[in-house]
Each structure stands twice: as C-alpha cells, then as structure tokens.
C-alpha cells in the first residue's frame, strides 16, 4: 500500500468506529472538563520532554495525582532540570511500560536528542540506531509500584506498543475512564499490518461497551484516539 491507501484505510477505520466529541483541549489532547475535575488519578506513559497536558490537567484540579512513565535521557533530564506549576502533584519514574516485566532494550535514532525512544526497532536501519537498557513493567505492576488499586485517566505514547496496552486494559479491571493514546502504524510492523491491528483493537473495545473518540486526525501514518469507559 502506498501513502495515499494508508491514509484512506485509516480514514476508513476512524470514520467506522470513532465519533466527535466536544471535550476541552489540554495540549495536545482533549478530555471532557467534568471528568478531569472530578478525577484524581492520571497515568502518564511516555513524556519525553513535554508535561503541558500534565500540567494543564492539574490546573483544572487541585486533587489530581499523576504517575508519570518514561525512562528514556530526555524524559529523565526534563524532570531533574526543569520546573513547572502544577511539578508538586506529580511523580516521575524512570520506567518504560511492556507487557512483562523485564528489563529490554529502549531504541533510538543515533545522534537525535530529543527522538523517541521505542522497545521496537524495525524502523531503523543497524547503523541508524542506537540502544539503552531499561526497565519495563506491565499496567499492573505500574499500578502496584503507586500503591493504585485504579486509575481514572491514562495518556500513552509508547512508540508502538499501544496493541499490548490495548490488550491488558482490556483484561484487567483498572477503574479507568478514559484512555487517550497514539498510535503508531509502523513500530513493531508494517503499516498495513498496523491498520489491521488497529481495527481489531477498535473492534474489541467497541463490543466491549467502549465510545471511541478522534482526538486530533493526523496528516501521517499515525492515530490519535480517546476510549471511553462503559462505566463512564
């Protein structure tokens, strides 16, 4: 397929399971008001140098807690050397989500500060790349490190692994809202293999009982969408 028919196909899909919404913009990402004033628990996987959603969320709510995610040199050096209004009501752990807990190789295009780091590598070339070790846990371990038994908001941009998130979700009984995520075609696979994952994944949360949001339609190979709770 090429870019057009990528495009097209995840047009297609987001257009089959996804509906507008009216929520308010934090950033980059849209929530509806009331729920963010009445929660008080946001998990928050994958930063890199950017806490603005975090920030903002935290503004409209005192009460709001955030466990923040993301072991990669720019996320950690983002949190040791700068400050923010709302930094008091967050924690940061140097940690990457996976869905075992193990310690795995975090890759990165050589010679880029501020690129993302990935647990996949298949969009790089062997010269391209380069790696660090870091620790991974699954949802519920992150969980059990903050001492959470569930979490009303989850952010993830985790580079491709969206799929396994999506399936532990699925499996476990978090408590959660809403789940606003990226999602990167081409990380772990081909692009087209991405779409048919990505609409088995929207299958699945849609007879499940889940809403399924736009957040922002992307002029690229990626998605950006927000998945609403039954119990919401």
């Known amino acids: 397929m ?6 097209s196909e995840l047009r297609r899909i987001e257009q089959t399971y996804c509906v507008g919404h009216g929520f308010k913009q934090y950033r980059n990402y849209y929530l509806p008001h009331d729920v ?3 929660s008080t628990r946001l998990l928050s996987f994958g930063v890199n140098n950017d806490t603005k959603f975090e920030n903002l969320v935290c503004e409209d709510n005192d009460a709001m807690q955030v466990k923040l995610f993301d072991p990669s040199p720019v996320a950690i050096d983002h949190w040791k050397s700068h400050d923010w209004s ?27 500060w501020g690129a993302s780091y990935s ?33 009303d908001i989850i952010k993830t941009d985790i580079e491709g692994v969206w799929e396994d998130f999506s399936n532990e979700l699925l499996t476990n009984n978090t408590g959660v809202k809403y789940w606003i995520t990226e999602i990167e075609l081409n990380l772990g696979n081909t692009r087209q293999e991405g779409l048919q ?8 949360f849609k007879d499940a009982g889940w809403k399924i949001y736009i957040n922002r339609v ?10 609403e709770s039954p119990q919401v």
């Open 2 to 7: 090429n870019k057009e028919q990528i495009l």
């Open 36 to 38: 963010v004033k009445n």
């Open 86 to 112: 709302r930094k008091k009501q967050m924690q940061f752990f140097p940690i990457a989500y996976a869905k075992e807990d193990a310690i795995k190789k975090f890759y990165v295009r050589k010679g880029v």
């Open 119 to 151: 647990l996949h590598s298949n969009h790089l070339e062997d010269h391209e790349r380069e790696d660090i070790s870091v620790e991974c846990l699954s949802l519920k371990s992150c969980m059990n490190k903050v001492n959470w038994d569930h979490v």
């Open 197 to 204: 994952k990505m609409e088995t994944m929207c299958k699945r």
């Open 218 to 227: 992307r002029k690229k190979a990626m998605s950006e969408l927000i998945f």
